[in-house]
Structures are given as C-alpha cells and as structure tokens.
C-alpha cells in the first residue's frame, strides 16, 4: 500500500510542476468537468476535423531532476529485514525519481569519513574538466590516512585524483583536487557547502574534502541524494563503478569498495571508516534500466556493510518495481492542434501494482495547464500540471485556436453523452 506521506508532501521543484495536494473544484468546475481515465496506449479519432490522442512511450529514460526538499521513505521496512541489518542508519532511494523507498533512522547526522569524497569529486568536475594536468609542487602538506602515493614533482590528470580518491580513498588526492581547483582548502570547502546548499543539502555540515575530520555531518539520506548526484553526472558517474583503476603511482589497483564485485549490477559508489563514523557505504546497482543507491551507516566489522547494502538491494529490488508513464493528449481541429504533456513519469510502487493517469475533461479547451492525476492502485499519489503547447500547422496560432473551437463542440457532445449514461 501507499503511504499518506506521497499523498500530502510538496516534494517537486518548479521544473517538475508536481502539486502534491488535491485541488478543491469550483462549483462551476464541478458541473462542467468530468474526469477520464486515461488509456495510455490508445488514440481516440473524434472526427476528421478534431481528434484527440492519449499516448505514452515506454523508451524514454528517467530524468535527471533532484528535488530541493528530498521526500521521506515510502514504504515501511519488514521487521525481519531490519533485523538482518547490521546497521542502525541505512537509506534506499530510486535514482529515477530522487526519492526514498526503504529507511530507517535515515534523518540522523552522522560522521560520514570518507564518503564526503563524493561531494569533493562533484565539486571538481563541476570547475575543472577532467583532462587537466598538474604538476604536484614542492612541500605540498600531504595528509595522514589512505593515500595514492602522491608525492612532489609528479603529474597527475584530475581523472588520475579523482580515481584515487574515489577508488581508493586516497586524502592526499582529495587535497590535491581542493589546492588545484580553489588555492586552498578553506575555499575548495566553500564551495562544496555552496554546491550541497544547490543540492537542497544545506543542513550538511562539511568541515574538509578527505574526511579525516570527523565534523563532517550527513544524514544517510542526504548521502544518497549526493551518491544519485554523482550518477548521474557524466563526467563522475562513469568513474564510480571502476573495480580497479591504473595510477601514477601504481597500476591496477582495487576498489576498496567490494559491493562492485560481490553485487551483481553493482555501479558504485564510495567507502568510508573513522572510528566515530564506524564502516560507511554509499553503494549502488542497476536491473533493468531501473538504478538505485543504497547507503549503510555505522555498520559493524566487515564485510557486514557490504552483506548489509547486498540485502537492501535485494529486498527492494524484489518488492517493488519502477513504473513509467509519459502521458499526453491532443486535440487537433482545423489546421491545428493543441498539445498538453507532463513529460515522463515516473513511480516506485509495490510490486503487481497498477499505475494510471487521469485526465480532466473540460467544458472548453483551456488557456493555461491541465491538472493530471497519478493513482497506484486507485490511490491519488501525485497531482502533475500538464502543459499547454500550441502546435497548429505552420506554426499558426490563429489556425490552433480554431482547432479548439471546434474541440469545444465535441466536449459538449462528449460532455451530454456523459450525463446521459449517467443518468440511464
């Protein structure tokens, strides 16, 4: 089932023009609207003049859109599943749609060690391109912990660091990365907290770009929408799933994250362990098209938060599926047409689940958007404003306008019909 959080939070961000309430009708409204469900696959031809289309593509893949205020879990976690977990903290969200699906104790800040790389890197591609070179200078102040064997008077791509420091952990190219991109580490961090405040992340603390310092505070959702981030980047996200990787330094070296060879459709992402932040994961894997990040937190000794993220993936993976619509309809009349869309849908639901749409059926074509309702199961999970786009031939508006004209008539006559089965 459902949970009531879907139905009330004001998750979307403008671009998505989600409404996540439902919108009280007017009396005039209610009198002269009917709502359709929507036949996804399927064109309904009103005439020769006026036809409306109702169609979705299965082929599009998700959007890379990230909500500013990331949504709670959706579903509640088995108890046997959660005593299986070794992990007081853990977090799984669908890369498709920024949301989380599974969680518990998800909204701690907690030391992240060295899975605050994951912002480090991000903030390096996003100012330097990754095929810049660089020569390490003299005394530069190499720090203690994991290191790539960095040393003065070597050159490095940003490929090389971020492969380093991604792959193998290294602080001395997270450093490196801070000196190149900002002149020192005290600017490099501001940035970091200028791109997770963009990220909608503004409430993480950072402190510096290796994770030596425990300071650093994330909660285990707030990784994972950074960990979906870094997927999802062209440049970084080809990176984060690199089993072994050829340095400098040393030629292929392993992964110290081991989900990428124990997981089947493992794709990354990133480890970390102090003492205080005890063993950390921000994990990742692919089936079928559908991706999703795991993060595991404070996990006992290893391998458990490997074993950890394995059954997360698993468990949801098994238990729920991602549905996908890309809902639009179109009225045409005339030598023109009018089009309203949402753009690709997207939604986690549990297994054996139905996802539809429905459409508002109008007295008259209107001016402005549609509101277009999402339903698993029969339950309203979402509200979409669908757009209004005017296609007349030849890119007349004059000619679309009559189109719509004409569709209104055959709205009154859909609309009669409508009331007379109704009635009978």
Do not use: C
């Not at 602080?171 to 005290?186: K, P, Q, T």
């Not at 990354?268 to 990040?293: C, D, H, M, P, W």
């Not at 509101?371 to 890119?395: F, K, P, S, T, Y």
């Amino acid at each position: 089932m459902v949970p009531a959080s879907l139905l009330t939070t004001d998750a979307g961000t403008p671009s998505t023009r989600r409404i996540f309430r439902r919108q009280q009708p007017t009396q005039a409204t209610t009198h002269h609207a009917r709502w359709l469900t929507v036949t996804l696959v399927a064109m309904v031809v009103l005439n020769s003049a006026v036809a409306g289309a109702l169609a979705a593509s299965s082929e599009q893949q998700p959007a890379q859109a990230w909500d500013d205020q990331p949504t709670d879990v959706q579903f509640s976690t088995p108890e046997d599943l959660q005593a299986a977990v070794s992990a007081p903290h853990w977090f799984v969200l669908e890369v498709a749609t920024g949301k989380g699906i599974f969680g518990h104790q998800w909204d701690i800040p907690r030391p992240v060690a060295s899975a605050v790389k994951i912002a480090t890197a991000l903030t390096t591609v996003r100012r330097s391109a990754i095929d810049d070179t660089l020569v390490i200078p003299d005394e530069f102040p190499l720090p203690l912990g994991a290191s790539a064997g960095i040393s003065a008077g070597q050159t490095w791509t940003i490929e090389d660091l971020l492969e380093a420091l991604i792959a193998r952990s290294g602080n001395d190219a997270a450093e490196v990365v801070a000196w190149h991109v900002a002149g020192d580490r005290e600017s490099f961090v501001e940035m970091m907290r200028h791109d997770l405040a963009a990220l909608g992340l503004g409430s993480a603390v950072v402190s510096d770009p290796s994770g030596l310092d425990d300071a650093n505070r994330f909660t285990a959702q707030q990784l994972a929408i950074l960990g979906a981030t870094a997927l999802t980047d062209p440049e970084l996200g080809p990176l984060l799933g690199r089993t072994h990787v050829d340095l400098p330094t040393s030629a292929h070296q392993p992964s110290r994250n081991l989900l990428l060879e124990s997981y089947p459709g493992a794709t990354g992402i990133k480890t970390g362990y102090t003492q205080q932040a005890g063993n950390v994961l921000v994990g990742s894997a692919r089936r079928a098209k559908r991706e999703l990040v795991v993060v595991v937190m404070d996990a006992h000794h290893d391998p458990a938060r490997f074993d950890d993220a394995a059954r997360l993936l698993d468990h949801t993976f098994a238990t729920t599926q991602l549905a996908q619509r890309s809902p639009t309809l179109e009225t045409r009349g005339g030598s023109g047409s009018v089009r309203w869309s949402t753009g690709p849908v997207y939604v986690t639901v549990p297994r054996g689940s139905v996802l539809d749409l429905t459409w508002p059926w109008p007295a008259y074509t209107p001016e402005g958007p549609l509101l277009v309702q999402v339903l698993v199961d029969g339950m309203v999970v979402e509200i979409l404003e669908a757009e209004r786009h005017l296609v007349g031939g030849n890119g007349n508006e004059q000619a679309a306008g009559l189109g719509s004209a004409l569709a209104d008539g055959v709205y009154a006559a859909l609309r009669s019909a409508a009331v007379h089965d109704e009635l009978r």
